[in-house]
C-alpha cells in the first residue's frame, strides 16, 4: 500500500514539474496564466486522474448489481477546465481577443497532468516538450509564424481635395488594408475617419511606427 502512495506522489510531482515548464515559458512572456497557475493545474489534473483509476478500487465489485463509473472523475476535469481557461480569455473593446493562446495551453496542461496521473509518463513527458516547441518557435520574428499587425488609427481628413483616395493610394503601396470605417464631420471642411489597418507581417513594430507617422493626416493610432 505505502509502494502505492509514492507512486502516485512521484505522479503528481512529475506532473507538477512539466506544468512549471510549460508556466515559466509563459510567465517570462508576462501572460495571465504563469508558472504557479500551470503548476497548479498540472498538480491537480494528475491528482484526480490518480482518483479516478485507483480511488474506487474498495467499493469495485463490493456490491453485486451495481456499476460504478469511475470515469466519470477525470470527465469531471474536463468541465471545470472549460470554466477556469474561458475566464482568461478577453476581448477589448477594439475587438482584439487575447488570452487564447494560454487558454489552450492550460487545457494541454491538464491533459499532461491527466496522462501522468494515469501512469502514461511517455506521452505525458513527450506532450509536454512538444507544447513548449509549439510555444517557443511560434513567438520567434520568423514571418511564416508572425500575424499581419492590426490597430485602429484616426485621420483628419479634407472633405475638399480627395483626402480619402491620398490615404487610400499610400496604405495600399504598402499591401495595408483598411477595413471598419466610421466616418465623423468634424465642420464643413475637416471629417475623421476612423479606421482598422491591417498591415503585412513582413513589416517590424519599428517599420509599422514608421510608416503610420508618416501621414500628415494622422491624429491617432493604436495597435493590438
Not at 508556466?23 to 493545474?41: D, F, N, W
Not at 513582413?202 to 495597435?223: A, H, M, P, Q, W
Request: with cysteine.
Amino acid at each position: 500500500m505505502l509502494d502505492n502512495e509514492l507512486m502516485y506522489m512521484f505522479r503528481v510531482l512529475l506532473a507538477c514539474a512539466c506544468g512549471a515548464i510549460i508556466g515559466l515559458e509563459r510567465q517570462r512572456r508576462v501572460k495571465v496564466a504563469g508558472l504557479k497557475t500551470h503548476m497548479m493545474i498540472a498538480v491537480a489534473a494528475a491528482l484526480m486522474m490518480i482518483i479516478s483509476k485507483y480511488g474506487f478500487m474498495d467499493v469495485v465489485g463490493v456490491s453485486d448489481g451495481v456499476d460504478y463509473d469511475v470515469s466519470r472523475v477525470a470527465a469531471g476535469i474536463i468541465t471545470g477546465m472549460g470554466i477556469l481557461s474561458g475566464s482568461i480569455v478577453f476581448t477589448s473593446k477594439q475587438g482584439y481577443v487575447s488570452g487564447i493562446t494560454t487558454a489552450a495551453g492550460m487545457w494541454a496542461t491538464i491533459g499532461i497532468g491527466m496522462a501522468i496521473g494515469a501512469g502514461m509518463y511517455g506521452v505525458g513527458i513527450g506532450t509536454m516538450l512538444l507544447v513548449l516547441v509549439i510555444q517557443i518557435i511560434l513567438h520567434t520574428n520568423l514571418t511564416i509564424f508572425k500575424k499581419p499587425t492590426r490597430g485602429h488609427v484616426l485621420f483628419l481628413l479634407s472633405s475638399k481635395d480627395g483626402g480619402f483616395e491620398k490615404i487610400e493610394k499610400e496604405l495600399t503601396s504598402y499591401h495595408i488594408r483598411m477595413n471598419q470605417f466610421k466616418w465623423e464631420r468634424k465642420n464643413d471642411d475637416v471629417i475623421r475617419l476612423r479606421c482598422q489597418v491591417v498591415i503585412p507581417a513582413k513589416y517590424d513594430r519599428s517599420e509599422v511606427i514608421r510608416i503610420i507617422t508618416s501621414f500628415s493626416e494622422l491624429e491617432t493610432f493604436e495597435f493590438e
